[in-house]
């Protein structure tokens, strides 16, 4: 099994700090939150439904590629945001209904904080990525974003090389 060559472009924290804040009181705003906590695609957060946010499990449930759906836990900061927001519609991304109208405002506010040639889908690499960072199993990772084939997600595997030394360590500590 072959790992893509292609290391993924993330976020650090003070990036999205940033990006939400050059945000704020924007309907862009609503889909970065979501997306950089959730790891959800674009086209994830837009169809998003009221009624399949479940604030007693604390998870989402997304359609993704394919029409295949999966549940998402959302971690305390997004379930007391999205617990404040007013429900306007079914949707819970309020405002913009195009991705392609989504995606250009993205990159304005990211170009304007100078993140050159980052996307939308970074976002979705930023969750990935702080989970890697975290030693979060790639198994559990690939569920999360919903992923057919572990190969899509060992991209991921290549953020955290002191994940190697740390192995190395722990045998060095079981053998001796």
């Known amino acids: ?10 976020l650090s924290k003070e990036q999205i700090a940033q990006l939400l804040e050059s945000t704020k009181d924007k309907s862009i705003y609503h889909y970065i939150l979501i997306s950089v906590n ?3 695609r674009l086209s994830e957060v837009a169809n998003l439904k009221w009624n399949n946010v479940n604030f007693h499990q604390k998870q989402i449930l997304v359609e993704g590629k394919g029409a295949k759906e999966r549940y ?5 900061n997004l379930v007391e945001y999205l617990k404040g927001l007013k429900k306007n519609g079914n949707y ?3 405002g913009m ?12 506010y990211a170009d304007k904080l100078g993140l050159d040639d980052y996307t939308f889908h970074n976002l979705r690499d930023t969750y990935a990525s702080r989970l890697v960072q975290n030693e979060m199993p790639l198994t ?3 569920d999360l ?9 060992l991209i991921y595997a ?3 090389p002191e994940n190697k030394i740390r192995a190395i360590k722990i045998m060095d500590e079981m053998l001796s």
Not at 1 to 10: G, I, Q, W
Not at 72 to 76: A, L, Q
């Open 92 to 94: 819970v991304a309020p």
């Open 145 to 153: 974003l919903g992923h057919d084939n572990i190969k899509t997600t």
């Open 38 to 40: 959730t790891g959800a």
């Open 97 to 108: 209904r195009s991705k392609n109208r989504v995606s250009r405002q993205f990159r304005f």
């Open 72 to 76: 998402i836990p959302m971690p305390n």
């Open 140 to 142: 559990v990772i690939k």
């Open 1 to 10: 099994m072959t790992v893509p060559e292609k290391k993924p472009k993330y």
């Open 158 to 160: 290549r953020i955290a």
